[in-house]
Each structure stands twice: as structure tokens, then as C-alpha cells.
């Protein structure tokens, strides 16, 4: 069935630093990828996501890769700041399917 | 801000009894979904629901589960016979329309089965 894997399992940055999340695919039909955030005691909101056709896409500090031939997609977040300490959830899926398939997320923390 | 809720927030019952999550979806929202994430592990499918029916669900969605939107605004996950093993994070989501479109989280209802 459909499987997405997710690296690194936490990540620890310094304030300022660049983050960097990389999630594979297993199902050559998925052509819609989320990102999520969750915080604590929170549900998962989305931050940004992409679609097959596009192969990057940016939203201010945030940006999105995908490689479709290589079933890989990554989330870049620049210039970390406190407020990004969160897990983040990569995710796939395809148009004509109800559900999304969950990575296993990453525990980001911003260091001071 | 529009936004999926969900009651309890917590519910702590006992191994066998039924429990019923209740979710309100944004309001002309289409398309219903619930989540569970057990402590720590990834967010998982259950179930979909759209135009009264069920459009798909996963091997966790068993003869235990099941799901209803008795009126216009609930939208309901009732657990038949709890087992320790249902203890989770259950979300409820919901999306204006099908394909990829962004789907709105509710914030979780812990479910602990003792």
C-alpha cells in the first residue's frame, strides 16, 4: 500500500539556522503533497503544499521541493525562528483518493 | 476564522464501553474524515464520508467503528467496545471539495481506554 518515509525523526537547529525535512513515496499515482505543522495539545494545519506539476514552490521562509521521478519532496524552512519549534508532517495523496498518508513526523527545536 | 471542532477534548472510559466523538465540520464543508495518532506514532486514516456515505476506509476501521452525521453540522465516530488498544489522538477533518484541496484539522479529541 501506500507508504511515506520521513527524516530525521527530530531535528535540533540554532535560531537562524536553516531546517531541512525530506520525505519519500511510494505510490507513483500521488500527485498532491502537505505539509503539516502540529503544536502541542494541537491538530495538524497545513503550511504549505505542492502539486506534481510544480517542482518548488515558496511561501516566505518556507519552501517546498518535489522530484517526482525520484519520489522524493522537501520542506526548507530559512531563517528558523522560536515559533517553529513544532512536528512537522509531510503527506501524499491523489486526486481522485479521500485520504492523505501521514510521514511519521519531525520534532523540530529551535535552539536560542 | 473558520474552524473544525471537536468534544471532548478528553474522554477516558472503560475497556467495552461505547464512546461516540463528536466533530463539527466547517460549515459548507463537503467531505469528512477522521484521524487517529496513537502517543508519539503518525497520524493515520480511518474513515471518509461524503454525500452520506462512506467514500473509503482503512483496515483500522472495523466492525467497532462507525460514523454518522445525524443532521446538518455533526458529524459523529462511535466506538462500539473500547479496547486499550483504541487509546489515541482522534481528528477530525474536513474539505470544502475532493482532490487536492487543503483539509482543515480539528484539534483532537484524546481518547484513553482503561
Known amino acids: 500500500g501506500e507508504n511515506v518515509e520521513q527524516h530525521p525523526s527530530t531535528l535540533s537547529v540554532q535560531e537562524g539556522d536553516s531546517a531541512v525535512i525530506k520525505c519519500t513515496y511510494s505510490?507513483?499515482?500521488?500527485?498532491?503533497f502537505p505539509w503539516y505543522k502540529q503544536e502541542l495539545g494541537k491538530g495538524p494545519q497545513l503550511i504549505i503544499d505542492?502539486?506534481?506539476?510544480?517542482g518548488e514552490k515558496k511561501d516566505q521562509r518556507i519552501a517546498v521541493t518535489l522530484n517526482k521521478t525520484a519520489k522524493h519532496f522537501s520542506l526548507h524552512i530559512t531563517e528558523t525562528q522560536p515559533e517553529d519549534s513544532a512536528v512537522y508532517f509531510c503527506?501524499?495523496?491523489?486526486?481522485?483518493?479521500?485520504?492523505?498518508?501521514f510521514g511519521s513526523g519531525t520534532r523540530l527545536s529551535i535552539r536560542p | 476564522e473558520p474552524e473544525v471542532t471537536q468534544t471532548p477534548s478528553h474522554q477516558v472510559t472503560q475497556m467495552g464501553q461505547e464512546v461516540i466523538l463528536r466533530c463539527v465540520p466547517i460549515?459548507?464543508?463537503?467531505?469528512f474524515y477522521w484521524y487517529r495518532q496513537i502517543l508519539g506514532q503518525k497520524v493515520e486514516f480511518l474513515v471518509s464520508?461524503?454525500?452520506?456515505?462512506?467514500?473509503?476506509k482503512s483496515e483500522i476501521f472495523d466492525d467497532q467503528f462507525s460514523v454518522e452525521r445525524p443532521d446538518g453540522s455533526n458529524f459523529t465516530l462511535k466506538i462500539r467496545s473500547t479496547k486499550l488498544e483504541d487509546s489515541a489522538m482522534y481528528f477530525c477533518?474536513?474539505?470544502?471539495?475532493?482532490?487536492?484541496?487543503?483539509?482543515?484539522f480539528g484539534q483532537g479529541t484524546r481518547l484513553t481506554v482503561v
Open positions: 503527506a501524499a495523496s491523489y486526486s481522485s483518493a479521500s485520504k492523505i498518508i
Open positions: 460549515s459548507n464543508h463537503l467531505y
Open positions: 477533518a474536513s474539505k470544502d471539495r475532493g482532490g487536492n484541496t487543503e483539509a482543515f
Open positions: 505510490d507513483s499515482a500521488s500527485n498532491y
Open positions: 464520508f461524503y454525500n452520506n456515505e462512506i467514500s473509503e
Open positions: 505542492i502539486r506534481s506539476n510544480v
